[in-house]
Structures are given as C-alpha cells and as structure tokens.
C-alpha cells in the first residue's frame, strides 16, 4: 500500500520560502508521476506542479513559475517542493499526490482525478 507523508508548512510572511516534503513508502514500482496540489478554502484542488520519475521532466502551473522548483530523491523517496518569494495567494493547504504512470510517458496527468494516493496535506499560511 503506497502511502505519502508530507511535511514542511507553517506561517510565513509575504516573500518568505518554504520548502515542502513528501515521503512516498509501499511503492511496488518505480514509475510514479509525482504532483504537488492545493486548495485553499472554497476553491478547487489545483494542480500546482508534477515531476515524473527520472526527474527528466518538470510542470509548474503559470502562477508559481519561478517561484517554485519541484525535485524528487528516488533513494529517499522524497519529493520536495522548495517555494520562494510567497504570497498570500498561495495560501492553501498542500497535497502531494501519486500517479502510476511509465517512467518514459511524456504525459502530464494534471486533474485530481488521475492521481490514485494522496497525504494527508500541509497547511500553507502566507502573511500579508
């Protein structure tokens, strides 16, 4: 049973960083496509950024563009989503996400739908 543990939220002023983890266990394969999501309240989960296997290739949705870097340890089974320069519209809580998916798929699965195992979410909170 595949299970994420995330880690890394908490409060911090506008411009600050964080950086957030998630440990991935009971992989059984490892073609995983990794995704970080958010919602904040009253708002659909959003696809923030997704990184495949061998780290050859990366998304990141147009409002976190060079602010955010998303990066995976396979010998740790971590991935890591380091966020600079925050505002407070990136205030959510954050999920990471797993998503079955061929190490050399070129495909982005970027809908909540796709992903079969979520963590439990960390809180972002970014002060104005």
């Not at 543990?5 to 990794?34: A, F, H, I």
């Not at 009253?42 to 990366?58: A, L, Q, Y």
Request: charged share 15%; hydrophobic share 30%.
């Amino acid at each position: 049973q595949v299970q994420l543990v995330e880690s890394g939220g908490g409060l911090v002023q506008t411009g600050g960083s964080l950086r957030l983890s998630c440990v991935v266990s009971g992989l059984t394969s490892s073609d995983y496509y990794m995704g970080w999501f958010r919602q904040a309240p009253g708002k659909e989960r959003e696809f923030v950024s997704g990184i495949n296997w061998p780290s050859t290739r990366t998304y990141y949705t147009d409002s976190v563009k060079g602010r955010f870097t998303i990066s995976r340890d396979n010998a740790k089974n971590t991935v890591y989503l380091q966020m600079t320069a925050l505002k407070p519209e990136d205030t959510a809580v954050y999920y990471c996400a797993a998503h079955k998916l061929s190490r050399y798929s070129p495909y982005i699965p970027a809908t909540s739908n796709e992903y079969e195992t979520w963590g439990q979410g960390t809180q972002v909170t970014v002060s104005s």
